[in-house]
């Protein structure tokens, strides 16, 4: 079990920004869409889907889990994270669960993921296209 995190050291770590040359370098991310989360925006759209059925522990934030929960207490929009409705608490708890039981919602979610993409500053990685091979290289590129 990982030792939890102050909320104040998470908070301070969602100010920080990043360089993805220098964390990330000869890195690219191919995408068809040419944007994060497109996809995903798109499909929650077509879908009607306004709640994740993931908790909120389960986001792309590597710092810490409760990356999200800070984030939306940070950007007061609680309201927008949903307590896990037809959950057997007691049950859970019997076989090791003890949450989190709430669900964010998508609006949210997709929001929380452009602040990542802004402060990490993923968008310098990004490019449109559609991968057909993948082949290792050296460094030289050979």
Not at 110 to 116: I, S, V
Not at 128 to 136: I, S, W
């Amino acid at each position: 079990h990982k030792t939890m995190r102050p909320h104040s050291a998470v908070r301070r770590h969602l100010k920080k920004r990043f360089d993805p040359k220098e964390r990330l370098p000869r890195t690219v991310v191919v995408d068809s869409n040419g944007a994060w989360m497109s996809q995903w925006s798109k499909d929650f759209k077509a879908l009607g889907i306004d709640i994740l059925r993931s908790h909120v522990n389960l986001h792309p934030e590597p710092f810490d889990f409760q990356s999200l929960v800070v984030w939306a207490a940070r950007e007061r929009r609680e309201s927008e994270l949903l307590q896990m409705g037809h959950v057997d608490r007691e049950a859970c708890r019997r076989v090791g669960f003890y949450g989190p039981f709430e669900l964010p919602g998508t609006r949210l979610f997709l929001d929380f993921c452009a602040d990542l993409v802004d402060r990490y500053g993923l968008d310098s990685l990004l490019m449109k296209g559609t991968v057909v091979d993948v082949k290792l290289c050296n460094a030289d590129g050979e």
